[in-house]
């Protein structure tokens, strides 16, 4: 059974500063692994999606990292702003011939202090 | 913009009413998933469908949940009878699974989601 786990579960940053948010996995057979975002009270937002084969993503200050091999995957967030106080979830897809299933870590709380 | 979009947003009822909760998916995509969110559990696969057809359902209780796709652009779950255990946030994703691309599925869309409470 895939499991998913993400270190730090918070986390207390100053405005400015480049931080790294981390997803590990139990199983390294994934198709693809997800970040999202979610604010308080909301759903949530697709920001990156890295397929098995490819080794990192990026997207304007966020660039997400994959291992399959040793089951890691990073976010990192260049020049944090208050905006980006947010729970950042990774999801990994698992292999399957008819299905889509992703599996959710339990997301990392970031907050960026002004 | 095109969006996954959820009704009702917020629901509070009694334990044994009945609930349905309804979801838009992109217009296009072929494929919809049900997830609840608790702060216990997290976010669990509940079911999803491909091309309205039931894939997968084994999160789901099935003595009191039903999910069912009446036409490609609703997807509806209905719990009856529902109880306080159930009070969480229900949120519907859509994503589009191209034919002969196997696994390489697009990203999933997630909804706004319908925060539910059973009394």
């Known amino acids: 059974k895939q499991e998913v786990t993400q270190i730090p579960a918070a986390l207390s940053v100053p405005e400015g500063e480049n931080l790294v948010l981390n997803c590990s996995f139990t199983?390294?057979?994934?198709?693809?692994l997800q970040w999202f975002r979610q604010d308080p009270g909301k759903g949530l937002t697709s920001l990156l999606l890295i397929q098995s084969s490819q080794r990192e993503q990026t997207s304007g200050r966020l660039n997400a990292s994959l291992d399959k091999s040793s089951g890691r995957s990073t976010l990192y967030i260049a020049a944090s702003q208050p905006g980006d106080s947010a729970t950042y979830l990774c999801?990994?897809?698992?292999?399957?011939?008819?299905?889509?299933?992703?599996?959710f870590g339990e997301g990392t709380q970031l907050t960026v202090n002004p | 913009d095109a969006r996954v979009t959820q009704t009702p947003r917020h629901k509070v009822t009694e334990m044994g009413q009945e609930v349905t909760m309804r979801c838009q998916p992109i217009l296009g995509h072929n494929t919809v998933f049900w997830y609840r969110q608790t702060m216990m559990q997290g976010l669990e696969l509940l079911a999803y469908f491909r091309n309205r057809a039931p894939l997968d359902d084994s999160g789901m209780p099935k003595d009191r949940f039903s999910a069912e796709m009446p036409d490609a652009t609703l997807a509806t779950l209905k719990i009856q009878p529902s109880e306080p255990r159930d009070s969480a946030v229900y949120f519907c994703?859509?994503?589009?699974?191209?034919?002969?691309?196997?696994?390489?599925?697009?990203?999933?869309?997630f909804g706004p989601g319908t925060r539910l409470t059973v009394l």
């Open positions: 994703a859509s994503g589009l699974r191209v034919a002969g691309e196997t696994g390489r599925d697009n990203e999933q869309f």
């Open positions: 999801a990994v897809r698992r292999v399957e011939t008819s299905g889509s299933r992703l599996t």
């Open positions: 199983d390294s057979a994934i198709y693809n």
